[in-house]
Each structure stands twice: as structure tokens, then as C-alpha cells.
């Protein structure tokens, strides 16, 4: 039986261990929702683009943000739905909320902790509301 050589064993080695992590990996959803209960000032303001690209850095060197997005404003939301075979579109969110969704991200994580963890360090949290949900694939 022919040998494999050293540096092919490692790759076979690499891309099974690889696929073996992707498999036990779990994404997640990551939604951001402003408050407006929280105010903050224009110093504080000014200080969230840096925060979170540094955030994102991070997470993507880390392997667990495969990615994320700011929403745009409520005004250009439109809200649809198709009922008896007719499309109706509205102006605006689903609903009126104090809360409403200002960015996502997708993480794929070991497990609901580490999951947890990443969301945690997000600067959001300090300002917003961070809701995580499992993706069911």
C-alpha cells in the first residue's frame, strides 16, 4: 500500500478536523436594537463607529462573525404581506416599538457560551438591547 506524504497526511488531517468544528459549530443571530431609554451624548456617540469596527475586527480574527450589517432608517422599511393572492406593502417597521432592530450579525460559535461570550463584548450592550437566537439550519 502506497504511503500518503507527511505534508498531504496534514491536510487531509487539517480539512477533516475543519469540517468535524463546522459541524459542531452553531450560528447565530445576533440582533442589535436601539434604546432610547439610554441617551447618549455626542462625545459617547461619536465613540460607537470606532467601538464597534474594533468589535468586529476582533470577532472576525476570532473566526466566529461570518457577518453583520447596519440597518437603514425605519423611514425606508416597508412592511409586506400577501393574503387571498394580493401583495400589500406598507410604509414602516412590522410594528411601533420602542425598540427596533438597528444591525445584525452572524456568529457561528462552539456552543450557546461562547455565543454569549462574543455578544457580550459587543458595545451595543452598553447602549442597546442585544437579542441572540439560534439559526436552525
Known amino acids: ?3 500518503i506524504p507527511d505534508e498531504s497526511q ?8 475543519k469540517r468535524l468544528t463546522e459541524e459542531a459549530a452553531v450560528k447565530f443571530m445576533l440582533f442589535t436594537y436601539r434604546d432610547p431609554s439610554v441617551p447618549l451624548d455626542p462625545e459617547q456617540r461619536a465613540t460607537v463607529p470606532a467601538a464597534v469596527a474594533a468589535w468586529c475586527d476582533e470577532m472576525d480574527a476570532r473566526g466566529v462573525r461570518l457577518a453583520g450589517h447596519v ?3 425605519l423611514s425606508e422599511a416597508r412592511t409586506l404581506r400577501i393574503r387571498e393572492d394580493e401583495l ?4 414602516g417597521p412590522v410594528s411601533e416599538q420602542t425598540l427596533q432592530i438597528a444591525g445584525f450579525n ?6 450557546l457560551d461562547e455565543a454569549l461570550e462574543v455578544a457580550s463584548k ?7 438591547v442585544l437579542e441572540l ?5
Open 1 to 3: 500500500m502506497p504511503s
Open 133 to 137: 437566537r439560534a439559526i436552525e439550519e
Open 88 to 91: 400589500s406593502v406598507d410604509d
Open 106 to 111: 452572524i456568529l457561528e460559535c462552539a456552543d
Open 122 to 128: 459587543n458595545p451595543g450592550a452598553s447602549f442597546g
Open 10 to 17: 496534514r491536510l487531509i488531517e487539517s480539512n477533516l478536523l
Open 71 to 73: 440597518l437603514g432608517p
